[in-house]
Nanobody
């Protein structure tokens, strides 16, 4: 029903920026809330934030001021803009749906921040 494909992960230096993209298939995208979650080696998954179908956003405290979620419903893409990256941001980043059972996940994209 829903297919999600992340892209944009890369190796960057501390202080740099990346924009991750999540391309979605399915006719329900424009009415579906979307989230971004990351997982670093040896750590639990961390929800970063989510964006409603109308574009309102919610973030966890530790990314406020650095990360920004946005979406383009016409293109069926959700974005995660990440600025002032730190080595602790190194992780696999996933986009996913919210408010549905089951939750649909992308395959993830690797972000590595060097020091």
């Amino acid at each position: 029903q829903v297919q999600l494909v992340e892209s944009g992960g890369d190796l960057v230096q501390a202080g740099g920026s990346l924009r991750l993209s999540c391309a979605a298939s399915g006719s329900i995208f424009s009415s579906t809330a979307m989230g971004w979650t990351r997982q670093a080696p040896g750590k639990q998954r961390e929800l970063l934030g989510y964006i409603s179908s109308q574009g309102s956003t919610t973030y966890v405290d530790f990314v406020k001021g650095r990360f920004t979620l946005s979406r383009d419903n016409a293109k069926r893409i959700v974005y995660l803009q990440m600025n002032n990256l730190k080595p602790e941001d190194t992780a696999v980043y996933y986009c996913h749906t919210l408010g549905m059972s089951p939750v649909f996940w992308g395959q993830g994209t690797q972000v590595t921040v060097s020091s």
